[in-house]
């Protein structure tokens, strides 16, 4: 079983579509993050959730909207998508949040907006 | 706002060379992470440091964080194809900060 598991793996879409991209942990995690990684490999925080409560919210266009249903779940809505977002989108994990925890991650979804 | 710069960014070595990768910042962390990458998967971590001029050793590779808890080194000896990757540092406050990157390549 993959530990945390984002679908889909590829998305490709026009510009100024709506997509979401959907995320399952199943390692019993408290806290659960969504990361954006560019073109250059850089890997940059957007959001944070522990036990569904919103605690990490970096500065990203409110176009990104992250939901968690529980805390085994975070998905990620975009709203008016821009040539801009495309990017890989990584879901991860950890068993709190702050430093000094393991975070686990899926292995991203490949956005490309056309 | 808190930046961790890598070095280098790329490096192509063969089979049985030694490395050393860089992460600095200015900025002070409470803890540091490696992590590795490989193409289309998501990072993996590789070791956690958490005390000043703390060094830890993972078969070959070796861990270091600075006395000032600035800075870290990963240093890989005799390197083997199955190392290349890309290895990001990342520094944890409330939140971890990643490093730019260093795309390791070892020929066989």
């Known amino acids: 079983d993959t530990a945390v598991s984002q679908t889909p793996k590829y998305l490709v879409t026009q510009m100024g579509n709506d997509k979401s991209i959907k995320c399952e942990q199943n390692l019993g995690h408290d806290t659960m993050y969504w990361y954006k990684q560019d073109s250059k490999k850089f890997l940059k925080i957007m959001f944070s959730?522990?036990?569904?409560?919103?605690?990490i919210n970096e500065t990203v266009p409110n176009r990104f909207s992250p939901k968690s249903p529980d805390k085994a779940h975070l998905n990620l809505h975009i709203n008016s998508l821009e040539l801009g977002d495309s990017a890989v989108y990584f879901c991860?994990?950890?068993?709190?949040?702050?430093?000094?925890?393991?975070?686990?991650f899926g292995a991203g979804t490949r956005l490309s907006v056309l | 706002t808190q930046l961790l710069e890598q070095s280098p960014q790329f490096l192509s070595i063969q089979e049985g060379e030694n490395l050393t990768v860089y992460c600095n910042s200015s900025s002070v962390f409470s803890s540091l992470q490696w992590y590795r990458q490989e193409p289309g998967e998501g990072p993996v971590l590789l070791v956690t440091?958490?005390?000043?001029?703390e060094v830890k050793k993972l078969k070959r590779l070796t861990f270091q964080f600075g006395d000032a808890r600035k800075d870290s080194s990963l240093h890989i000896t005799a390197a083997q194809p199955g190392d290349t990757g890309l290895y990001l540092c990342?520094?944890?406050?409330?939140?971890?900060?990643f490093g730019t990157g260093t795309r390791l390549k070892v020929l066989a």
């Open positions: 959730y522990n036990n569904k409560e919103l605690i």
């Open positions: 440091v958490v005390t000043g001029g």
């Open positions: 990342a520094g944890g406050t409330y939140k971890y900060i």
């Open positions: 991860a994990s950890s068993p709190g949040g702050g430093a000094k925890n393991i975070q686990y």
